[in-house]
């Protein structure tokens, strides 16, 4: 086991870089550079003054210098100093993190929770109306653009009925401390938890029906039910624990979607995470920032391959040996 | 092909799905003959609310250009991009899964790896930042979606090809003296077809909802008009005009609704063997 | 549109009657967007950092909104007659916020060393001075090579800050520790900056004017979304929407708001001009009569009154007419499509397809390129949207590449400063957004503002601008917009907020919060 | 006998709607009695299943009984309800099935599995029900019954987890077992081992034991009565020594004749032909996992130092159990699998080491017909495609390849008309004859027929193995035989070669190796055909 982590880990290390080195072309093939950027925010720059924040970040060096001196800083952990917010880009990327991962996190829960409920639910009463109410809703989240249901939400909760605050992660110089603090970004946290998981409770309701649905065919429920057990035995021991194998393999690439996967959400409400800072990264043609987010995103979908495999191999004996 | 109508047709969903699909691909290839007018068009002061005018039935946004000119104009960009970037992200990802599939060894081992790449980086992320740095039009829009979307399709066509490779009439083919580019195209290919066609029309929607996605965002073409950017335009004006993102929300719901019913409708008639239970 | 805005007449009202004794104490929120890269204005003059470090740092001297000047630093300042050598007398009881005591020395020191390296915009000023000396410990005189009308204006804290020699001296600027707690010798001090989140300045208790500042602390909100920072508005989170803190959208609906004040005063000294760089090289836009086409066909007093809330001016010209030296004696460009249409048809224009680069600022701005494109499209020119980013609009003006694209440049108070420069054919050169972008070459201009610059009496660099404007607006090298009215909105009871040309950049030293 | 446990009186299942007939089973009416075991016969699609499950209550949805009764302690089972159904499941009737794969949990331990039958019906501890799950597992004959009780069903061959599946159906010492083709799925020597577990078990306890099978051999191995079944209903019905003996009924007559019979005629070859192909040292190894990051590879010597000749016209035989690398030889010889070592030649030609054109080139004389009908023709093709792509790919013109591929199925009894139509329109048996016209397209002299008939009825099976054996005399083929099925390769094989674990244990004429095999493992081989003793019985 310790053994496979350990390959697993050295293969991820080098699709690291490589996720790096091709973002790095990818990103100094944009049109503009850092220089330039902040230039244009002084209002007024010369020649001169562009060339000497070009020196300051290292800019005037020839491209493949550069991507050698930020891959020798990455595998140093260093991830750069960013241009733009004046910080390191380690700094930066983790005074994002807690928000997102907030973020994401409640939105994982909830909807890897009530996703397999109602697929459960669903399946138990296949056929029957409950079913077809479950299904269409899951279908309906599922069509639904993410940004517009954002949107309506916070026409609704918030601007017609002023329930829920809009937008942000907390009132903004409210300056709470402790249980009211928590509180008050508990309620900032409802809508676009909400929202950002009604997409995934939809997926995984889809995936956990159908899978249970097609488990239920097989041999060994039959089995079981020759054994005379009863079905909501069946149900449990049987069928949803194998059925549930897929449904680990998508809860697998959606948590490695935690880091990344927001962007959208995060734009509607405001919520000052790490998808936003990619969003500014990239306008600002902050380039250690930009690759930094894609390095932490990328190292996170890593990350969750290998729990989900690891996961995996608990769940399922037959992989512990093959 | 009787047989699959028949099959198709009795999944009411389904049924729902072509009726609103045939609707939206009407208005828009007759956009222009109902509402002659360009839908960018100032016509009338600016935030006029539904229905309170019959000639703009939606009402008009912050320039005053009216709202269902623009879902009719918006429904072509939708539908256009949608079909355009899953063709072409079944371009890459066939050949691809293809290839991978049907020699294995290191051939697959190189190109599941490279498909991995695109995996690892978030894929909304991954378009944002192409369609950023291409600096957004139609073109960069389309490949950039189409880059973020064929993994999936490699995926599954190296899957169907690994256990097609190894069918009996597959070797019966070689045996026969067969070229290995005629038995993929001949003997493996049309046997992906069925979950290809399902999952390309399941691509359209997520292709649809990725640009409108992108839109909402500021990267769309700006000399489109888009559901997407009819939403992501009325966004700071939502407290003054909630129909200027409501309606093309509905719009784009729809659409997609209406995609993945087909989908469902499509697996069951496709994949009898995968069909669901109740029928 | 027009009728809703009746009630920002009787705000104006308001903020301008009624002063009353000022008060001590209180803390003003403000919301700060973006979040500044640093608060070191000596090496960052973007408009976050002025607007915080202009509390901290001081120039010489400030400017009404007329544009005269006032004391600051200095209390008082002679110009000989030749417009050669100006003499400032500082005040002599001045402290940096770490106690060091303010001298010349410092003064001479910033502009002639620090800021000649580090202050691109400053530089090109400077190039008139022959030298800078400190007689002593509270005199500074500044030696021209030859007259240069606008130089009593380049002396606010934006321009030219003045900086602390004793801790910089000597040291490599960029990377000096004290670049993250800024010491000036303004009203107020650098507390904390807690980055994503806030700035906290406090009082300077040891300021040199007597009895100010009044507040006891500034709190600058770091609130990265347009609705947000409405939203802190109207939750009375914040208290003062600096310009451009809000989508042009919301305004309105913000400034509704009771106990809600809103001024477009404040921006006096920068005089936000908006125009289209329009490609004089080549394409349909080389030819003059394209361009005029382009004046007629736009419709920009729509653009005012639905984009900008009906704030602001339609530009007559190249100056604004908050500048020195702004004359309205020019050929006028009224909303006239048939106009339009027929120079283009006197110039034949075939259909070409024109790019037009919105200025990626936001949503008020890619509205009104749409609403630009479609004025145009209506008497026959096709325009196509290229749509970029500030990156990406950035490097295709400074190269070149666009046939149109909308900008807005300051003017700093005089048309040597903030004119000229896009304008004349000597500053024509790639890699740059604030020269002559569009590559206009007259040189009858050239040579009139060559003569306006180092005019000695306002009389006769009147007469020249006038002329100079007269030409310009004939040839239309680029397509004026507006002037635009940037909207400070405040509670009520924030009185003396606005005062000075660069509003809110230096206000907070005589605000007050009434009870 | 009255002592039945057991009555099911004109019981009727219907089908749903669009199925092939309406009803699965019609009018079928037999007793069970204790201590008996009855086995209910039919070919595939005859409605054997049904009525078993019919009686444990687990028909398929949307198949349902319609009429009749299926009486049991004086009840009837269609009438009880779900729960009553529940409590007679496990404790009365016990069931096991065909696929002992896919019948247990992959995911839940062997002795959770066999607990679950006692917790089901809330008897004994937690302590108890893991002390009487070793007691089964010793009984139903698993070796280190501790060591099975931990292991998962992956861990278990297909002979122990059906002894797991017979171990949970006997938990409760139930009245009525059940065994829907409980040996279907087993090699040979495997299946030879359960029939006598079931045998004896059944004896010991006095059960009733109803029978579902396809194969007379086992009919004949376990049978006390015995039940034929076609399209739904009985259609003779009998003790076993009656119906298999002396049958009545035309088509029970039918299917008894089609059994391949086990004694081999000495063949009549006299003499040898010329041999045609000559296979030498062959060798081949898999390795399983490993790669460039992977764990320890395990390697299994598939195919280990083979040597085989075949003469022109001469059926050559390779039989043996599941994994004993019979079909990777066949694989080796057409070259769809590389071998490691040894050479194959064909007319002289070593395929073993041709590439390219000269590969293809050379396969034309050797060819190869498969054993699944359906997975073995492209479902997009028309037949005459599938036939005619061959000589097509060797340059043969369109209408030309078309032509002879008219001429191939009326060869193989088919309509010339079938060109045009495609092959999901066909039979299993059809198929396979359309699988064998392609064979013979290229005109081969060599054929490799892998399990050729193994998936057919055995009244379809008799067919094709008389076509095959036409078309062999008739176009002078040499082919090779690789079956499971010791009774098909006794028919139709000349020569039979017997492999093990990778290795040919024994070669030499087919009467020669059935009258009187050498090896040992051959022995065990023969000795477990099922109806052996029977037919030899009835022979002798």
Same mark, same amino acid.
């Given at each position: 086991?310790?053994?496979?982590?350990?390959?697993?880990?050295?293969?991820?290390?080098?699709?690291?870089?490589?996720?790096?080195?091709?973002?790095?072309?990818?990103?100094?093939?944009?049109?503009?550079?850092?220089?330039?950027?902040?230039?244009?925010?002084?209002?007024?720059?010369?020649?001169?003054?562009?060339?000497?924040?070009?020196?300051?970040?290292?800019?005037?060096?020839?491209?493949?210098?550069?991507?050698?001196?930020?891959?020798? %800083?990455?595998?140093?952990?260093?991830?750069?100093? =960013?241009?733009?917010?004046?910080?390191?880009?380690?700094?930066?990327?983790?005074?994002?993190?807690?928000?997102?991962?907030?973020?994401?996190?409640?939105?994982?829960?909830?909807?890897?929770?009530?996703?397999?409920?109602?697929?459960?639910?669903?399946?138990?009463?296949?056929?029957?109306?409950?079913?077809?109410?479950?299904?269409?809703?899951?279908?309906?989240?599922?069509?639904?653009?993410?940004?517009?249901?954002?949107?309506?939400?916070?026409?609704?909760?918030?601007?017609?009925?002023?329930?829920?605050?809009?937008?942000?992660?907390?009132?903004?110089?409210?300056?709470?401390?402790?249980?009211?603090?928590?509180?008050?970004?508990?309620?900032?946290?409802?809508?676009?938890?909400?929202?950002?998981?009604?997409?995934?409770?939809?997926?995984?309701?889809?995936?956990?029906?159908?899978?249970?649905?097609?488990? =239920?065919?097989?041999?060994?429920?039959?089995?079981?039910?020759?054994?005379?057990?009863?079905?909501?035995?069946?149900?449990?021991?049987?069928?949803?624990?194998?059925?549930?194998?897929?449904?680990?393999?998508?809860?697998?690439?959606?948590?490695?979607?935690?880091?990344?996967?927001?962007?959208?959400?995060?734009?509607?409400?405001?919520?000052?995470?790490?998808?936003?800072?990619?969003?500014?990264?990239?306008?600002?043609?902050?380039?250690?920032?930009?690759?930094?987010?894609?390095?932490?995103?990328?190292?996170?979908?890593?990350?969750?391959?290998?729990?989900?495999?690891?996961?995996?191999?608990?769940?399922?004996?037959?992989?512990?040996?093959? | 092909?009787?047989?699959?109508?028949?099959?198709?047709?009795?999944?009411?969903?389904?049924?729902?799905?072509?009726?609103?699909?045939?609707?939206?691909?009407?208005?828009?290839?007759?956009?222009?003959?109902?509402?002659?007018?360009?839908?960018?068009?100032?016509?009338?002061?600016?935030?006029?609310?539904?229905?309170?005018?019959?000639?703009?039935?939606?009402?008009?946004?912050?320039?005053?250009?009216?709202?269902?000119?623009?879902?009719?104009?918006?429904?072509?960009?939708? +539908?256009?991009?949608?079909?355009?970037?899953?063709?072409?992200?079944?371009?890459?990802?066939?050949?691809?899964?293809?290839?991978?599939?049907?020699?294995?060894?290191?051939?697959?081992?190189?190109?599941?790896?490279?498909?991995?790449?695109?995996?690892?980086?978030?894929?909304?992320?991954?378009?944002?930042?192409?369609?950023?740095?291409?600096?957004?039009?139609?073109?960069?829009?389309?490949?950039?979606?189409?880059?973020?979307?064929?993994?999936?399709?490699?995926?599954?066509?190296?899957?169907?090809?690994?256990?097609?490779?190894?069918?009996?009439?597959?070797?019966?083919?070689?045996?026969?003296?067969?070229?290995?580019?005629?038995?993929?195209?001949?003997?493996?290919?049309?046997?992906?077809?069925?979950?290809?066609?399902?999952?390309?029309?399941?691509?359209?929607?997520?292709?649809?909802?990725?640009?409108?996605?992108?839109?909402?965002?500021?990267?769309?073409?700006?000399?489109?008009?888009?559901?997407?950017?009819?939403?992501?335009?009325?966004?700071?004006?939502?407290?003054?005009?909630?129909?200027?993102?409501?309606?093309?929300?509905?719009?784009?719901?729809?659409?997609?609704?209406?995609?993945?019913?087909?989908?469902?409708?499509?697996?069951?008639?496709?994949?009898?063997?995968?069909?669901?239970?109740?029928? | 549109?027009?009728?809703?805005?009746?009630?920002?007449?009787?705000?104006?009202?308001?903020?301008?009657?009624?002063?009353?004794?000022?008060?001590?104490?209180?803390?003003?929120?403000?919301?700060?967007?973006?979040?500044?890269?640093?608060?070191?204005?000596?090496?960052?003059?973007?408009?976050?950092?002025?607007?915080?470090?202009?509390?901290?740092?001081?120039? +010489?001297?400030?400017?009404?909104?007329?544009?005269?000047?006032?004391?600051?630093?200095?209390?008082?300042?002679?110009?000989?007659?030749?417009?050669?050598?100006?003499?400032?007398?500082?005040?002599?009881?001045?402290?940096?916020?770490?106690?060091?005591?303010?001298?010349?020395?410092?003064?001479?020191?910033?502009?002639?060393?620090?800021?000649?390296?580090?202050?691109?915009?400053?530089?090109?000023?400077?190039?008139?001075?022959?030298?800078?000396?400190?007689?002593?410990?509270?005199?500074?005189?500044?030696?021209?090579?030859?007259?240069?009308?606008?130089?009593?204006?380049?002396?606010?804290?934006?321009?030219?800050?003045?900086?602390?020699?004793?801790?910089?001296?000597?040291?490599?600027?960029?990377?000096?520790?004290?670049?993250?707690?800024?010491?000036?010798?303004?009203?107020?001090?650098?507390?904390?900056?807690?980055?994503?989140?806030?700035?906290?300045?406090?009082?300077?208790?040891?300021?040199?004017?007597?009895?100010?500042?009044?507040?006891?602390?500034?709190?600058?909100?770091?609130?990265?979304?347009?609705? #947000?920072?409405?939203?802190?508005?109207?939750?009375?989170?914040?208290?003062?929407?600096?310009?451009?803190?809000?989508?042009?959208?919301?305004?309105?609906?913000?400034?509704?708001?009771?106990?809600?004040?809103?001024?477009?005063?404040?921006?006096?000294?920068?005089?936000?001009?908006?125009?289209?760089?329009?490609?004089?090289?080549?394409?349909?836009?080389?030819?003059?009569?394209?361009?005029?086409?382009?004046?007629?066909?736009?419709?920009?007093?729509?653009?005012?009154?639905?984009?900008?809330? %009906?704030?602001?001016?339609?530009?007559?010209?190249?100056?604004?007419?908050?500048?020195?030296?702004?004359?309205?004696?020019?050929?006028?460009?009224?909303?006239?499509?048939?106009?339009?249409?027929?120079?283009?048809?006197?110039?034949?224009?075939?259909?070409?397809?024109?790019?037009?680069?919105?200025?990626?600022?936001?949503?008020?701005?890619?509205?009104?390129?749409?609403?630009?494109?479609?004025?145009?499209?209506?008497?026959?020119? @096709?325009?196509?949207?290229?749509?970029?980013?500030?990156?990406?609009?950035?490097?295709?003006?400074?190269?070149?590449?666009?046939?149109?694209?909308?900008?807005?440049?300051?003017?700093?108070?005089?048309?040597?400063?903030?004119?000229?420069?896009?304008?004349?054919?000597?500053?024509?050169?790639?890699?740059?957004?604030? @020269?002559?972008?569009?590559?206009?070459?007259?040189?009858?201009?050239?040579?009139?503002?060559?003569?306006?610059?180092?005019?000695?009496?306002?009389?006769?660099?009147?007469?020249?601008?006038?002329?100079?404007?007269?030409?310009?607006?004939?040839?239309?090298?680029?397509?004026?917009?507006?002037?635009?009215?940037?909207?400070?909105?405040?509670?009520?009871?924030?009185?003396?907020?606005?005062?000075?040309?660069?509003?809110?950049?230096?206000?907070?030293?005589?605000?007050?919060?009434?009870? | 006998?009255?002592?039945?446990?057991?009555?099911?009186?004109?019981?009727?299942?219907?089908?749903?709607?669009?199925?092939?007939?309406?009803?699965?089973?019609?009018?079928?009416?037999?007793?069970?009695?204790?201590?008996?075991?009855?086995?209910?016969?039919?070919? =595939?699609?005859?409605?054997?299943?049904?009525?078993?499950?019919?009686?444990?209550?687990?028909?398929?949805?949307?198949?349902?009984?319609?009429?009749?009764?299926?009486?049991?302690?004086?009840?009837?089972?269609?009438?009880?309800?779900?729960?009553?159904?529940?409590?007679?499941?496990?404790?009365?009737?016990?069931?096991?099935?065909?696929?002992?794969? #896919?019948?247990?949990?992959?995911?839940?331990?062997?002795?959770?599995?066999?607990?679950?039958?006692?917790?089901?019906?809330?008897?004994?501890?937690?302590?108890?029900?893991?002390?009487?799950?070793?007691?089964?597992?010793?009984?139903?004959?698993?070796?280190?019954?501790?060591?099975?009780?931990?292991?998962?069903?992956?861990?278990?061959?297909?002979?122990?987890?059906?002894?797991?599946?017979?171990?949970?159906?006997?938990?409760?010492?139930?009245?009525?077992?059940?065994?829907?083709?409980?040996?279907?799925?087993?090699?040979?020597?495997?299946?030879?081992?359960?029939?006598?577990?079931?045998?004896?078990?059944?004896?010991?306890?006095?059960?009733?034991?109803?029978?579902?099978?396809?194969?007379?051999?086992?009919?004949?191995?376990?049978?006390?009565?015995?039940?034929?079944?076609?399209?739904?209903?009985?259609?003779?019905?009998?003790?076993?020594?009656?119906?298999?003996?002396?049958?009545?009924?035309?088509?029970?007559?039918?299917?008894?004749?089609?059994?391949?019979?086990?004694?081999?005629?000495? #063949?009549?070859?006299?003499?040898?032909?010329?041999?045609?192909?000559?296979?030498?040292?062959?060798?081949?190894?898999?390795?399983?996992?490993?790669?460039?990051?992977?764990?320890?590879?395990?390697?299994?010597?598939?195919?280990?130092?083979?040597?085989?000749?075949?003469?022109?016209?001469?059926?050559?035989?390779?039989?043996?159990?599941?994994?004993?690398?019979?079909?990777?030889?066949?694989?080796?010889?057409?070259?769809?699998?590389?071998?490691?070592?040894?050479?194959?030649?064909?007319?002289?030609?070593?395929?073993?080491?041709?590439?390219?054109?000269?590969?293809?080139?050379?396969?034309?004389?050797?060819?190869?017909?498969?054993?699944?009908?359906?997975?073995?023709?492209?479902?997009?093709?028309?037949?005459?495609?599938?036939?005619?792509?061959?000589?097509?790919?060797?340059?043969? #013109?369109?209408?030309?390849?078309?032509?002879?591929?008219?001429?191939?199925?009326?060869?193989?009894?088919?309509?010339?008309?079938?060109?045009?139509?495609?092959?999901?329109?066909?039979?299993?048996?059809?198929?396979?004859?359309?699988?064998?016209?392609?064979?013979?397209?290229?005109?081969?002299?060599?054929?490799?027929?892998?399990?050729?008939?193994?998936?057919?009825?055995?009244?379809?099976?008799?067919?094709?193995?008389?076509?095959?054996?036409?078309?062999?005399?008739?176009?002078?083929?040499?082919?090779?035989?690789?079956?499971?099925?010791?009774?098909?390769?006794?028919?139709?094989?000349?020569?039979?070669?017997?492999?093990?674990?990778?290795?040919?244990?024994?070669?030499?004429?087919?009467?020669?190796?059935?009258?009187?095999?050498?090896?040992?493992?051959?022995?065990?081989?023969?000795?477990?055909?099922?109806?052996?003793?029977?037919?030899?019985?009835?022979?002798?």
């Amino acid at each position: 086991m310790l053994r496979f982590i350990l390959m697993r880990l050295g293969k991820a290390a080098i699709i690291l870089i490589a996720i790096l080195t091709l973002n790095f072309f990818l990103i100094h093939a944009a049109p503009g550079d850092p220089a330039a950027v902040m230039a244009g925010e002084a209002g007024a720059a010369d020649a001169k003054f562009i060339a000497q924040l070009r020196e300051q970040f290292g800019l005037d060096k020839p491209l493949l210098v550069q991507l050698g001196i930020y891959l020798k %800083g990455v595998i140093q952990l260093d991830l750069g100093y =960013s241009y733009r917010q004046q910080m390191p880009v380690a700094d930066l990327i983790f005074q994002r993190l807690p928000a997102t991962l907030l973020l994401t996190v409640s939105a994982f829960i909830i909807s890897l929770f009530l996703g397999t409920l109602a697929g459960v639910l669903a399946s138990a009463r296949v056929g029957k109306w409950s079913d077809t109410l479950i299904s269409s809703l899951a279908l309906l989240f599922y069509a639904t653009p993410l940004f517009w249901a954002a949107l309506m939400a916070v026409l609704l909760f918030s601007v017609y009925l002023n329930w829920l605050p809009g937008f942000g992660y907390e009132t903004v110089g409210a300056n709470y401390t402790g249980f009211a603090r928590a509180l008050d970004i508990g309620k900032h946290l409802i809508l676009p938890a909400a929202t950002l998981g009604l997409f995934f409770m939809a997926v995984y309701m889809r995936m956990t029906r159908a899978s249970m649905l097609e488990v =239920s065919q097989l041999d060994f429920v039959k089995t079981a039910r020759a054994k005379g057990l009863k079905p909501s035995i069946i149900q449990r021991r049987h069928i949803f624990r194998n059925a549930m194998l897929p449904v680990v393999t998508l809860a697998g690439l959606q948590a490695g979607q935690l880091v990344g996967g927001a962007v959208l959400t995060e734009t509607v409400f405001a919520w000052p995470g790490i998808g936003r800072l990619m969003f500014e990264a990239l306008a600002q043609r902050d380039y250690n920032l930009l690759l930094g987010v894609f390095f932490v995103s990328a190292a996170m979908v890593l990350l969750f391959n290998l729990v989900t495999d690891i996961l995996y191999r608990v769940v399922d004996p037959r992989i512990r040996v093959a | 092909m009787a047989d699959f109508w028949k099959r198709f047709s009795r999944n009411r969903g389904a049924v729902i799905g072509v009726a609103i699909l045939v609707v939206v691909l009407v208005v828009a290839i007759l956009a222009p003959l109902l509402l002659p007018q360009s839908p960018w068009r100032m016509v009338q002061r600016p935030f006029l609310p539904p229905f309170s005018m019959d000639q703009y039935p939606l009402g008009t946004d912050a320039l005053g250009r009216d709202v269902l000119s623009g879902l009719a104009y918006g429904a072509q960009v939708s +539908l256009l991009v949608g079909l355009v970037s899953t063709l072409a992200a079944l371009l890459i990802g066939i050949p691809m899964g293809a290839l991978a599939g049907y020699f294995g060894g290191w051939v697959d081992d190189a190109l599941m790896r490279f498909t991995e790449f695109f995996q690892t980086v978030p894929s909304f992320a991954l378009a944002i930042v192409l369609v950023a740095i291409f600096q957004p039009s139609i073109y960069s829009i389309i490949a950039a979606i189409a880059i973020v979307s064929w993994p999936p399709v490699a995926r599954l066509v190296r899957g169907e090809v690994l256990s097609l490779r190894s069918r009996e009439y597959v070797e019966a083919a070689i045996l026969s003296g067969q070229s290995n580019l005629t038995i993929i195209l001949r003997q493996v290919l049309p046997n992906t077809i069925s979950p290809i066609i399902v999952l390309a029309s399941l691509m359209v929607a997520t292709a649809i909802l990725l640009e409108s996605a992108l839109s909402f965002m500021g990267l769309g073409d700006p000399n489109m008009m888009s559901w997407g950017y009819m939403i992501g335009a009325a966004r700071t004006v939502i407290r003054q005009a909630w129909w200027l993102s409501f309606f093309p929300g509905v719009a784009i719901l729809l659409t997609v609704l209406a995609l993945n019913l087909i989908g469902e409708g499509l697996n069951d008639a496709l994949n009898p063997r995968l069909a669901r239970r109740g029928k | 549109m027009l009728k809703k805005l009746v009630p920002f007449a009787a705000a104006f009202l308001v903020s301008t009657a009624l002063h009353a004794e000022p008060v001590m104490g209180g803390r003003a929120n403000v919301v700060i967007q973006p979040e500044p890269p640093s608060l070191m204005m000596g090496l960052v003059q973007n408009g976050p950092t002025q607007m915080v470090a202009g509390q901290i740092y001081e120039g +010489l001297l400030r400017y009404d909104e007329k544009l005269q000047p006032m004391p600051q630093l200095a209390k008082s300042w002679e110009v000989s007659d030749d417009g050669l050598t100006y003499t400032f007398h500082l005040h002599d009881n001045v402290k940096w916020h770490d106690g060091e005591p303010f001298t010349s020395a410092d003064v001479v020191f910033s502009a002639d060393v620090f800021l000649r390296e580090t202050h691109a915009r400053l530089r090109t000023s400077l190039e008139h001075v022959e030298s800078i000396t400190a007689p002593d410990d509270t005199t500074v005189v500044f030696k021209l090579k030859q007259p240069f009308g606008p130089f009593l204006g380049i002396f606010e804290a934006g321009t030219m800050p003045i900086i602390p020699k004793h801790i910089y001296e000597g040291t490599d600027y960029n990377n000096n520790p004290a670049n993250n707690t800024p010491i000036g010798t303004g009203p107020f001090k650098f507390t904390e900056w807690v980055k994503g989140s806030h700035i906290l300045l406090t009082r300077n208790e040891d300021y040199y004017e007597e009895g100010k500042p009044y507040l006891d602390e500034i709190y600058w909100h770091v609130i990265p979304d347009a609705a #947000s920072r409405a939203v802190a508005y109207e939750t009375g989170v914040v208290d003062i929407l600096p310009g451009g803190s809000i989508e042009n959208f919301d305004v309105q609906r913000v400034a509704d708001m009771e106990n809600t004040c809103i001024t477009d005063k404040g921006w006096e000294y920068f005089g936000p001009h908006s125009w289209m760089w329009l490609n004089n090289r080549e394409g349909p836009t080389a030819d003059a009569r394209f361009r005029q086409a382009v004046m007629y066909a736009m419709d920009r007093d729509f653009a005012r009154d639905a984009l900008w809330n %009906g704030l602001g001016k339609v530009a007559t010209g190249p100056v604004s007419s908050s500048t020195r030296f702004y004359s309205d004696e020019v050929t006028q460009y009224d909303y006239d499509p048939e106009k339009a249409k027929a120079l283009l048809d006197e110039m034949g224009y075939d259909g070409e397809t024109v790019r037009l680069l919105p200025l990626p600022y936001g949503e008020t701005w890619q509205r009104w390129a749409e609403a630009v494109k479609q004025n145009l499209e209506e008497v026959g020119v @096709n325009v196509e949207i290229v749509s970029t980013d500030v990156a990406g609009w950035n490097q295709k003006l400074a190269e070149w590449d666009y046939d149109m694209a909308f900008t807005y440049l300051y003017q700093y108070g005089d048309p040597a400063l903030g004119v000229a420069r896009s304008y004349i054919s000597t500053n024509i050169a790639k890699g740059s957004q604030w @020269n002559n972008v569009e590559g206009y070459e007259n040189a009858d201009v050239d040579a009139l503002f060559d003569k306006a610059a180092v005019a000695v009496t306002d009389e006769e660099r009147q007469e020249l601008y006038t002329q100079v404007q007269q030409k310009l607006v004939d040839d239309v090298p680029v397509a004026w917009l507006l002037e635009l009215g940037f909207p400070t909105i405040y509670r009520c009871n924030v009185k003396d907020l606005v005062t000075t040309a660069i509003g809110v950049n230096d206000g907070f030293k005589d605000a007050y919060i009434e009870e | 006998m009255t002592d039945q446990v057991l009555r099911v009186e004109n019981l009727k299942i219907a089908l749903p709607e669009g199925a092939d007939r309406d009803f699965a089973v019609n009018d079928v009416s037999f007793d069970l009695h204790a201590g008996e075991i009855l086995c209910i016969v039919g070919e =595939s699609g005859s409605g054997k299943s049904m009525s078993a499950n019919a009686a444990m209550g687990l028909l398929p949805e949307l198949v349902r009984p319609v009429g009749g009764r299926i009486l049991f302690d004086g009840n009837d089972l269609l009438t009880l309800s779900e729960d009553e159904m529940m409590d007679l499941r496990g404790r009365k009737i016990a069931m096991i099935f065909q696929e002992p794969m #896919s019948a247990l949990n992959p995911l839940m331990r062997v002795e959770d599995q066999i607990a679950e039958v006692f917790e089901a019906h809330g008897l004994l501890t937690r302590k108890e029900r893991k002390e009487r799950a070793v007691t089964l597992l010793t009984e139903v004959g698993i070796p280190d019954p501790e060591k099975a009780m931990r292991a998962y069903p992956f861990q278990l061959s297909g002979g122990q987890r059906q002894r797991v599946m017979i171990a949970m159906a006997l938990a409760l010492e139930p009245q009525i077992l059940i065994a829907d083709e409980p040996t279907t799925a087993l090699d040979v020597t495997t299946q030879a081992q359960i029939l006598q577990l079931i045998r004896n078990l059944q004896e010991q306890r006095g059960m009733a034991v109803m029978f579902i099978t396809h194969d007379f051999g086992v009919v004949a191995e376990i049978a006390d009565r015995v039940a034929v079944m076609q399209y739904g209903k009985i259609v003779e019905a009998g003790t076993a020594d009656e119906v298999l003996d002396n049958p009545q009924h035309a088509y029970t007559q039918k299917l008894i004749a089609a059994i391949p019979k086990l004694a081999a005629e000495a #063949s009549e070859v006299a003499e040898p032909g010329t041999p045609i192909l000559d296979v030498a040292g062959l060798n081949k190894t898999y390795r399983t996992g490993g790669g460039m990051f992977g764990a320890q590879a395990r390697v299994v010597h598939a195919v280990n130092n083979v040597s085989l000749t075949l003469a022109e016209g001469e059926t050559l035989g390779i039989v043996g159990e599941s994994g004993s690398g019979k079909s990777s030889v066949g694989r080796c010889l057409v070259r769809l699998m590389q071998p490691d070592s040894g050479t194959v030649k064909l007319a002289g030609q070593d395929m073993a080491h041709l590439s390219g054109g000269a590969l293809r080139e050379a396969r034309k004389s050797i060819q190869m017909i498969f054993q699944d009908p359906y997975a073995s023709l492209n479902p997009r093709a028309k037949v005459g495609r599938i036939i005619a792509e061959g000589p097509m790919a060797h340059g043969v #013109s369109k209408r030309e390849a078309y032509a002879r591929a008219v001429e191939l199925l009326e060869l193989v009894d088919l309509d010339a008309l079938s060109i045009d139509r495609y092959p999901h329109e066909f039979s299993g048996g059809q198929r396979q004859r359309i699988g064998i016209a392609r064979a013979l397209a290229l005109e081969p002299r060599v054929i490799i027929a892998d399990e050729a008939v193994s998936a057919l009825d055995v009244s379809i099976q008799a067919q094709v193995l008389d076509l095959l054996a036409d078309l062999k005399k008739r176009l002078n083929l040499a082919l090779v035989f690789i079956t499971h099925d010791l009774r098909v390769a006794a028919q139709i094989c000349d020569r039979i070669a017997v492999m093990q674990k990778g290795e040919i244990v024994e070669t030499g004429p087919a009467h020669a190796i059935f009258d009187n095999p050498q090896n040992a493992y051959t022995r065990t081989l023969i000795e477990a055909i099922p109806g052996r003793e029977k037919e030899l019985a009835a022979a002798g």
